[in-house]
């Protein structure tokens, strides 16, 4: 393909992307706005570029025909959270969804690749409209919590780094970290339950949140 078939090909995940980042933060909003318990913090999205579709391609002998069906996270949204128990409030406000189809929940948080990696990837079908009519693709949403990230994003980079061949003693210097992470994840959250439990034996006064407050009025600003 050449440039230009590939922006065609491309523009229906970049449309998802766009479209889910916009719908997500309007979730996330509504949530501040009412004054309920908000479980998403940030929202981001990717689309693959040619060379990282190519690449994984060639890594799983994979076809160029094949790529529409068999490459299922050219487009990827991340929902990052502050607690485990937020990932799965967030896995079912995706799972929901009347646009998605759900294809598959790999559940990587509850049971972690061997290298240490946590998160939770969901695998849906999305139909975008484009002037050629409705185009039915692939779109992985990926939620995670900040010590998750933290620790996946400075994996990813030296993944790229060494080639995905990262150096033995690294590997397991990155697998004891993500233990101490998970650990750290773990204990957040339990205080998040303790916190919630004084709140409603009302031992603990529950106010806003004025920062998410501040933060919904400043990305509230048109730009233009």
Known sequence: MNSNDWQSFLLPYELAVEGFIVKLESIRKQYILKGLYNPIEIVTGRVKTVDAILQKAARLEIDLKEIPEKIQDIAGVRIICKYIDDVYLVQDLITSRRDLK???????????????????????????????????????????????????????????????????????????????????????????????????????????????EKEYKLNSVRKE
């Open 102 to 212: 759900i294809i598959t929940i790999k559940d990587y948080v509850k049971k972690p690749k061997p290298s240490g990696y946590q998160s939770l990837h969901i695998i849906a079908q999305y139909v975008t409209e484009t002037i050629e009519g409705p185009n039915t693709i692939y779109i992985e949403f990926q939620v995670r919590t900040h010590v998750m990230h933290f620790w996946a994003s400075i994996e990813h980079s030296l993944n790229y780094k060494y080639d995905y061949q990262i150096p033995g003693t690294i590997k397991f210097r990155l697998l004891k970290a993500s233990q101490a992470a998970q650990k750290l994840d773990v204990e957040m959250t339990k205080i998040k339950k303790t916190i919630d439990k004084l709140e409603e034996k009302h031992e603990l006064k529950k106010v806003k949140n004025p920062l998410e």
